[in-house]
């Protein structure tokens, strides 16, 4: 993910959905929360594509990416 989110060193924290599941609905004291904010999903199960940065506006987003 670096290469869309280097600009300030952000990185999203991506979950696979039993434990999305568990973060959103799961009753987790701080540290659960630290240790699943931490969780690194492997890039090779996950799928991407530039959209254009007026997607919001566009009828395709994918059609405009550069």
């Known amino acids: 993910m670096s290469q869309v989110h280097n600009a300030k060193r952000r990185m999203p924290t991506i979950l696979p959905e039993s434990l999305a599941?568990?973060?959103?609905?799961?009753?987790?004291?701080?540290?659960?929360?630290?240790?699943?904010?931490?969780?690194?999903?492997?890039?090779?199960?996950?799928?991407?594509?530039?959209?254009d940065k007026k997607f919001l506006s566009a009828v395709d987003p994918r059609a405009h990416a550069n």
């Open 21 to 51: 599941y568990e973060w959103l609905f799961g009753k987790l004291s701080k540290d659960d929360m630290m240790d699943l904010a931490k969780y690194q999903l492997d890039s090779a199960e996950m799928d991407c594509w530039p959209v």
